[in-house]
């Protein structure tokens, strides 16, 4: 149980374009859901936090008209590189949790190359 | 949310028990411990999580010290596929239930 889904694994882009990334939790329902970045060598970086159906909580220093996040049903996250550049290039990986007190459970990342 | 400090890597011999230092002396009384790995170019894996009682699951048992200063994640039979870094994180059950990351100590499972 408790599997996420991010698609897609990899892209690779062209400067100055918009790349939207998909996460879904197949089988439980996410109230929370979180977006990470993570470059070479180094720790994830929690971005944005969200919950269904609100606007998503971004960490200091993330810029939110550039990660644009929608998170409109319990099994959909979405998250949107606007007009990206090749400082964006990293591995984004999504996480979710349903209630109580359950754990984060990962999607296996995206690896976003902007040329 | 409590620092945690780990070992930066380990080796452990395919078959062995692998027993994973955690050290959060600055834990609150409602933070939990949470264990999860990443293996290369993939997403963390959730491993276990305690508060203060011992936990044990399929994959792992976590051990936390009485009081809950430090624990350690113990893997009964290392395998191959065991080898990635490992984080021990500390954090408060809440409603957002954020996980911060450190650095996580790389382990290694040699035949």
């Known amino acids: 149980g408790a599997v996420v889904s991010q698609h897609p694994s990899w892209v690779i882009c062209k400067s100055g374009t918009s790349v939207k990334i998909e996460c879904r939790s197949l089988?439980?329902?996410?109230?929370?859901m979180f977006w990470y970045r993570q470059f070479p060598k180094q720790s994830l970086m929690l971005m944005a936090t969200s919950n269904e159906g609100s606007k998503a909580t971004y960490e200091q220093g993330v810029e939110k008209d550039k990660f644009l996040i929608n998170h409109a049903s319990l099994t959909l996250s979405t998250l949107t590189v606007t007009s990206a550049h090749p400082e964006d290039s990293s591995f984004y990986i999504c996480s979710a949790r349903g209630q109580g007190a359950q754990p984060q459970h990962f999607g296996d990342g995206t690896r976003l190359s902007i040329l | 949310d409590a620092k945690t400090t780990q070992p930066t890597s380990m080796d452990c011999a395919e078959g062995r028990a692998a027993n994973l230092p955690c050290n959060h002396s600055t834990i609150s009384g409602n933070e939990y411990v949470y264990w999860y790995r990443q293996i290369h170019s993939q997403g963390p894996q959730y491993i276990i999580h305690?508060?203060?009682n011992n936990e044990t699951n399929e994959m792992a048992s976590l051990i936390i010290t009485e009081d809950r200063k430090s624990s350690t994640l113990i893997l009964p039979h290392a395998t191959l596929r065991d080898t990635a870094v490992y984080y021990c994180?500390?954090?408060?059950?809440?409603?957002?239930?954020?996980?911060?990351f450190g650095a996580g100590t790389q382990v290694v499972v040699t035949p």
């Open positions: 089988d439980f329902q996410a109230t929370t």
């Open positions: 994180i500390a954090t408060p059950y809440d409603s957002w239930g954020k996980l911060q």
């Open positions: 305690g508060l203060k």
